[in-house]
């Protein structure tokens, strides 16, 4: 396995763990009195009034869609016969994926703008 498989299943890995911590209360702060986890660890890094995690699961995301891309067209459909760390690699950005347009992205945006 290739050392950019590695590094995108590591980004993965954390993305994974930020989408099911951003459901927990005590690290999101939303529903809690006072600032959860994330908003004392990443706070006071924003970008353009985002804050740092958010930033970080968008442009992850864009680095899995321009994967999931290039395996398209490089490959063409006969990737998904392919065995091996590459067709994880993957399956693992199609989850990805999946995960943030249909949980992540409705969540954050209604719980920041609703």
Known sequence: MSTSEWILRGVLAVNFALLVLSFVPAF???GQPEPGVAD???G???FDGWRADVVWMCVSTV???LRVYLV???RGPTWT???GSRRITSILCWVWLACFFFL???Y?????FG
Do not use: A, F, K, Q
Request: aromatic share 12%; hydrophobic share 45%; net charge positive.
């Open 104 to 106: 992540y992205l409705p």
């Open 44 to 46: 006071n890094y924003r």
């Open 40 to 42: 004392r660890l990443w």
């Open 28 to 30: 999101s702060g939303i």
């Open 108 to 112: 954050t945006l209604m719980h920041m």
């Open 72 to 74: 398209i067209v490089v």
């Open 81 to 83: 016969r392919e065995r």
């Open 63 to 65: 680095i899995c869609l």
